[in-house]
């Protein structure tokens, strides 16, 4: 018997008042690909991702994350799905008013199990995954790069452990050279800890060098998934345009 997949969406509709976002879509995402979720503005690409991830309830359809309806389950349960899931912001959401050291230690410590002693061997371990520093750890986010607040939001969100990792518009806003390397970790973090990622973004290049697979949301719908190569020559105006345009962009 084949295992669940990591993520399943299942005739998810969404609707704002009168207006519809997405209609019908149904979506599945395997353990270990590298899923780019991809589509013009207001196509609701932030909202499925706020879906899977439990902040905002589709109007119909259902989402299973590792064989579960969160929506059907209980407390507990629930609560290690949201372990097994990290998720990185666009802007990172770091607490501005606490440390470094304190935001990667935030879900570390609400899971009251832990001493300090263990805490801070953990936050120094998450440090050195994105490359940066114990003594980085005293610093505030309003000290920090857009490059550092990127990694310190990406320690914070592989903090648990996690095996999937949503992240949204995660190169928004850095240089190219940032970009490039924040890709890059972001990579090979992937590989070392066996990640399954789900990532909104409108950057191509990021897209082509982490993800393995690509949907497309156009006209309200999921007008393409699979595999990069396919959907990137899946003959449809949206996909055309977008691929294109972006590629001149790197010209």
Same mark, same amino acid.
Request: aromatic share 4%.
């Given at each position: @018997?084949s295992?669940?997949?990591?993520?399943e969406?299942?005739?998810?509709?969404?609707?704002?008042?009168?207006?519809?976002?997405?209609r019908?879509?149904?979506m599945?995402?395997?353990?270990?690909?590298?899923?780019?979720?991809?589509?013009?503005?207001?196509?609701?690409?932030?909202?499925?991702?706020?879906?899977?991830?439990?902040?905002?309830?589709?109007t119909?359809g259902?989402?299973?994350?590792f064989?579960?309806?969160?929506?059907?389950a209980?407390?507990?349960?629930?609560q290690?799905?949201?372990?097994?899931?990290?998720?990185?912001f666009?802007?990172?959401?770091?607490?501005?008013?606490?440390?470094?050291f304190?935001?990667?230690?935030?879900?570390?410590?609400?899971?009251?199990?832990?001493?300090?002693?263990w805490?801070?061997?953990?936050v120094?371990?998450?440090?050195? @995954?994105?490359?940066?520093?114990?003594?980085?750890?005293?610093? @505030?986010p309003a000290?920090?790069?857009?490059?550092?607040?990127?990694?310190?939001?990406?320690?914070?969100?592989?903090?648990?452990e996690?095996?999937?990792?949503?992240?949204?518009?995660?190169?928004?806003?850095?240089?190219?050279?940032?970009?490039?390397?924040?890709?890059?970790?972001?990579g090979?973090?992937?590989?070392?800890?066996?990640?399954?990622?789900?990532?909104?973004t409108?950057?191509?290049?990021?897209?082509?060098?982490l993800?393995?697979?690509?949907?497309?949301?156009?006209?309200?719908?999921?007008?393409?998934?699979?595999?990069?190569?396919?959907?990137?020559?899946?003959?449809?105006?949206?996909?055309r345009?977008?691929?294109?345009?972006?590629?001149?962009k790197?010209?």
């Amino acid at each position: @018997m084949s295992a669940a997949p990591i993520i399943e969406l299942r005739g998810i509709s969404t609707r704002f008042g009168t207006q519809f976002i997405h209609r019908d879509i149904d979506m599945r995402v395997e353990a270990g690909q590298v899923l780019g979720l991809v589509g013009g503005s207001g196509s609701g690409k932030t909202t499925l991702l706020r879906q899977m991830l439990g902040l905002l309830r589709p109007t119909a359809g259902s989402i299973r994350l590792f064989g579960l309806d969160p929506g059907e389950a209980d407390l507990l349960i629930r609560q290690t799905l949201r372990r097994r899931l990290g998720v990185l912001f666009q802007h990172g959401a770091l607490f501005s008013a606490l440390s470094v050291f304190d935001n990667i230690a935030f879900p570390l410590r609400e899971l009251r199990c832990l001493d300090e002693d263990w805490i801070r061997r953990l936050v120094d371990l998450k440090l050195d @995954m994105v490359e940066l520093t114990a003594e980085h750890g005293r610093l @505030m986010p309003a000290e920090l790069s857009g490059g550092m607040v990127k990694r310190v939001a990406l320690a914070r969100a592989l903090a648990l452990e996690p095996e999937l990792l949503l992240l949204d518009e995660p190169t928004a806003g850095l240089d190219p050279e940032r970009s490039q390397n924040f890709v890059n970790l972001v990579g090979v973090l992937q590989q070392a800890l066996d990640l399954t990622v789900v990532m909104v973004t409108h950057d191509l290049h990021t897209l082509t060098s982490l993800a393995t697979h690509i949907a497309v949301l156009a006209d309200q719908r999921l007008v393409a998934c699979g595999p990069r190569q396919e959907v990137m020559a899946v003959d449809h105006p949206f996909i055309r345009g977008f691929f294109a345009a972006k590629a001149g962009k790197l010209l």
